[in-house]
């Protein structure tokens, strides 16, 4: 489980991040955890959702690269 804190970003997948962010949602939709629980669930929740849409953010700007004739990265643009 992702203990916001306990091991550095890098070191967890992004699937890892989802799947547990799934899980989160999963309990917070089921009703059967505690407020104290819940809020607690939410915040961490959220901030797995920050980090995935990040990855998810540098990975397109990435894709959307190419490399020119002369070995300069640009941004790809369709004409």
Known sequence: MY?????????IKFEDKLN???K???ELESG???LDDAINKYTLAMRLA????EKLKNAEENVNKILTENGREEDFRVE
């Open 3 to 11: 203990v916001g804190g306990n091991m550095k970003k890098e070191e």
């Open 20 to 22: 547990e962010l799934e």
């Open 24 to 26: 989160m949602v999963n």
């Open 32 to 34: 059967d955890v505690s």
């Open 50 to 53: 920050k980090e995935c849409s």
